[in-house]
């Protein structure tokens, strides 16, 4: 008679560590019913996380008629080719433009208007709602790069003050006084 094989193999006391173990056949276990585990959120990054994405802010914009724009443009290109260094961009030079000539400024919006009222009614001030703006030709955008967003609040600020309707009245007239560009 053969003798009977016993499915497990003996185990010897002289393997050697540099022998790997057989590998052990899978286990399959029973089956189960299939839970979905949702992944982790993650936390949006913010402003104070260690590497944050640059926050890119447009500069602040003007309507300029084409002979204002050209003159100011001419100006820059002018600046940039004497000394790139020291060139203004167009955000200074109407910084510059309204510094020079704000006392002119203020007087251009800021004059009063005849009363031809007796003073029995109260009117509503023409001089609160200021005229629209029409243009026979198109405006050019012009953005105003260099300028700081604190400079570009008191910008807005000043076409409120002195009644100028809008940044692009106030900015066009300082150049046309700065670059000495007439009306048309």
């Known amino acids: 008679m053969t003798p009977k094989v016993s499915p497990e193999p003996a185990e ?93 400024l203020q007087r251009h919006w800021n004059t009063p208007e005849p009363q031809t009222s007796t003073g029995l009614f109260k009117r509503r001030e023409t001089s609160a709602q200021p005229r629209r703006r029409r243009h026979s030709e198109i405006q050019a955008r012009v953005p105003l790069g260099g300028i700081i967003s604190s400079d570009t609040a008191t910008l807005d600020a000043l076409v409120e003050e002195w009644s100028a309707g809008s940044r692009s009245a106030l900015v066009e007239h300082a150049l046309r006084l700065y670059l000495n560009v007439r009306p048309d």
């Open 12 to 104: 010897t006391d002289n393997a050697s560590p540099d022998t790997e173990d057989p590998a052990p056949e899978p286990t399959h276990p029973a089956p189960e019913t299939t839970r979905f585990v949702a992944a982790p959120r993650r936390k949006p990054k913010t402003r104070s996380d260690s590497n944050p994405a640059p926050i890119r802010i447009a500069p602040p914009e003007v309507y300029l008629p084409p002979a204002v724009y050209a003159a100011l443009r001419q100006l820059t290109l002018e600046e940039r080719q004497r000394d790139r260094a020291t060139a203004r961009p167009y955000g200074q030079v109407v910084l510059d433009a309204i510094e020079t000539h704000a006392g002119e």
